[in-house]
């Protein structure tokens, strides 16, 4: 099968066998109505000079040396219309939104097919053997792995499932809003962190308080600053409120103090206090780590009245990690697992299935000891405990490794959720 990566760099001759350079670019139009591009040219570089030949000048596109139809002195330069793909500067090794999945996925290679005389763009490959192709290696040894690599998990997908993102000065967005709202925040992020500032903007200004406070949350809080800067303070103060209170405040940090006092004014009474409080922590402790997201029940309930209690609570959490058992006064007398509240008796009471062993950490313990209690005892969450051991919070591990391992390292581990 060719693919655009077979193109890249191929010598161009005229039809006197003359070289005219090797290919730069090639250069695809989608037609009203079709569903998949067709080549309509490609850029040919010789030493510093740049030349583009319409695709109906070429012989035989796939072959070793591309051949030209006629002569150089009578070939004519292609004149581009603004409206083409640029196939190789544009859509290789960028993020596409596969809408048959919802997913964002990285372009490693373009498959190209014939029908009757013109060359359509047919799928994207978004496999391993894309970037093999882009390596170089003979074409034998290319051959041979694509036969061991049929029964691999699906490599690529059909263009008719791809919506590209049109980088230009205002930032054309194909991609509908509904299917941006349908992928995962983390594939939001993502997006976000391969494009230019004025484009990221307006992206994020297509999505609703919620979606785009799920967006921000998968980003590092220093970038955050640098989304929300542009934006009314009204609408951050929402974004605030609709983030978890952890999140709120480390994005809170990053921003300039007038501006972040002004901010904190504006949220609800509820959520600011939940924040100043995150915020009156060190930054490198569990205080200045946890979520006040947390779920409590009283020990007196029963396993059935506890799932009504949890209920009610929905609306304050993002997610039930554990359980945590507590007295008037705030004073922690156990945890339990949701799935041990599932399996319990609906009669039985929550002080009598509920772990009275835990493990705890101090709010003013440093965050490194933190990751270090939660590896150690295998949890999920560690509650945070004041000087009063009272339960003020939570870390959780994916917060806890946020702090301790490089990003890079971090996109490839699993989630909590």
């Known amino acids: 099968m060719p693919f655009i990566s077979h193109l ?4 161009v001759v ?7 350079g090797r290919v730069q670019e090639i250069y695809a139009v989608q037609p009203e109505g079709e569903k998949h591009p067709v080549i309509t040219a490609l850029s040919v570089r010789e030493k510093e000079k740049i030349t583009t030949y319409a695709i109906s000048e070429v012989t035989t596109l796939f072959s070793p040396v591309i051949p030209l139809s006629r002569p150089k002195n009578k070939l004519s330069e292609y004149q581009l219309t603004g409206n083409e793909l640029s196939l190789i500067d ?6 596409i939104l596969d809408t048959n999945g919802i997913r964002v996925v990285r372009v490693n290679d373009l498959e190209i097919s014939r029908v009757a005389n013109e060359y359509l763009v047919s799928n994207v490959d978004i496999g391993t053997l894309g970037i093999i192709r882009r390596i170089g290696i003979p074409r034998p040894l290319e051959n041979a792995i694509t036969r061991l690599s049929k029964k691999s998990p699906q490599n690529s997908i059909s263009w008719d499932y791809v919506e590209p993102l049109i980088h230009d000065e205002f930032m054309h967005l194909k991609v509908p809003v509904d299917k941006l709202k349908e992928l995962h925040p983390a594939d939001i992020a993502e997006l976000i962190s391969d494009m230019s500032h004025t484009e990221s903007g307006q992206l994020l200004e297509s999505l609703d308080i919620e979606h785009l406070a799920d967006a921000l949350e998968e980003v590092e809080p220093e970038f955050q600053a640098t989304l929300v ?11 605030l409120e609709e983030m978890s209170p952890d999140e709120a405040a480390d994005l809170l940090a990053e921003l300039p103090q007038e501006r972040s006092e002004d901010l904190l004014e504006m949220m609800e009474v509820e959520e600011r206090e939940e924040v100043k409080l995150l915020l009156s922590y ?7 780590l946890m979520t006040t997201d947390i779920v409590t029940v009283p020990p ?13 609570q929905e609306s304050e959490v993002d997610s039930v990690v554990y359980v945590y058992v507590v007295d008037k006064q705030n004073h922690m007398l ?3 697992s949701l799935s041990e509240l599932i399996f319990a008796e609906p009669s039985e009471k929550v002080s009598d ?17 933190v990751a270090q209690v939660i590896s150690k005892y295998n949890l999920l969450a560690v509650p945070v405990l004041d000087d009063e051991q009272r339960l003020v919070g939570m870390v959780t591990a994916d917060d806890a490794l946020d702090k301790i391992i490089p990003t890079a390292w971090k996109k490839r581990l699993p989630r909590f959720y």
């Open 90 to 95: 544009d859509i290789l090794d960028k993020q």
């Open 353 to 369: 299935f509920m772990h009275k062993k835990f493990v705890t950490v101090d709010v003013l313990q440093k965050q490194d000891e």
């Open 282 to 288: 060190p930054d490198d402790t569990a205080g200045g």
């Open 300 to 312: 007196t309930l029963t396993a059935g009245q506890a799932i009504a209690y949890i209920r009610k």
């Open 334 to 336: 156990g945890t339990f």
């Open 229 to 239: 800067q542009n934006m009314t303070d009204e609408k951050i103060a929402d974004v």
């Open 14 to 20: 005229d039809s006197d066998g003359e070289s005219l």
């Open 8 to 11: 890249i760099n191929r010598p």
